[in-house]
T-cell receptor
Framework: DAGITQSPRHKVTETGTPVTLRCHQT?????MYWYRQDPGHGLRLIHY???????DKGEVSDGYSVSRSKTEDFLLTLESATSSQTSVYFC??????????????FGPGTRLTVL | QKEVEQDPGPLSVPEGAIVSLNCTYS??????FMWYRQYSRKGPELLMY????GNKEDGRFTAQVDKSSKYISLFIRDSQPSDSATYLC??????????FGTGTRLTVIP
């Protein structure tokens, strides 16, 4: 998984509780991404980061926030989890962005269930 | 309308068959077209990518893009049980925002 770890790998939580997922990379790649994967929707981008403290929204960012204080770590926070946020969350990294194709490498995923 | 549409299958074929996986897309600005393979409970991994229209071959796999019809295809020759996975097509404009299809689950029966 290209030097990407995600923690936790599985989590069950209750509606209304805050949840933070962590993505850690050892590749020193500049760009990091959070996706969610749901049946019938495929992978959808939540937020991405293009450097320390530099982040931007993706297609489905409502209800999520992110932070990146170090190159190697990208955190995804659900401020108040809802059942609609039950999903599998994937972190991805890429070396650069724009003008040419840059492969995104995906982590192993975090399976989140909100009851 | 989704940016990238993909038949979810599932698709089941006997070992040795030729497999054809297809997607369509709506955004004319897409320049890069990717196929990712995802095994159960794993993250997606890039299989191959194509820039603009044309064919690209890698071993038993051939990716094909027809920009005039906005059609993306992946062909697998001599399919093997180890090819059993979910195949995701994806497209991007070059700004690294990937848009994925929903994935097609393929099973190759020995």
């Amino acid at each position: 998984d290209a030097g990407i770890t995600q923690s936790p790998r599985h989590k069950v939580t209750e509606t209304g509780t805050p949840v933070t997922l962590r993505c850690h990379q050892t590749e020193n790649h500049r760009y990091m991404y959070w996706y969610r994967q749901d049946p019938g929707h495929g992978l959808r981008l939540i937020h991405y980061s293009y450097g320390v403290k530099d982040t931007d929204k993706g297609e489905v960012s409502d209800g999520y926030s992110v932070s990146r204080s170090k190159t190697e770590d990208f955190l995804l926070t659900l401020e108040s989890a809802t059942s609609s946020q039950t999903s599998v969350y994937f972190c991805a990294i890429s070396e650069s962005r724009g003008g040419r194709y840059n492969e995104q490498f995906f982590g192993p995923g975090t399976r989140l269930t909100v009851l | 309308q989704k940016e990238v549409e993909q038949d979810p299958g599932p698709l089941s074929v006997p070992e040795g068959a030729i497999v054809s996986l297809n997607c369509t897309y709506s955004n004319s600005a897409f320049q890069y077209f990717m196929w990712y393979r995802q095994y159960s409970r794993k993250g997606p991994e890039l299989l191959m990518y194509t820039y603009s229209s044309g064919n690209k071959e890698d071993g038993r796999f051939t990716a094909q893009v027809d920009k005039s019809s906005k059609y993306i295809s992946l062909f697998i020759r001599d399919s093997q049980p180890s090819d059993s996975a979910t195949y995701l097509c994806a497209s991007e404009t070059g700004a690294n925002n990937l848009f994925f299809g929903t994935g097609t689950r393929l099973t190759v029966i020995p």
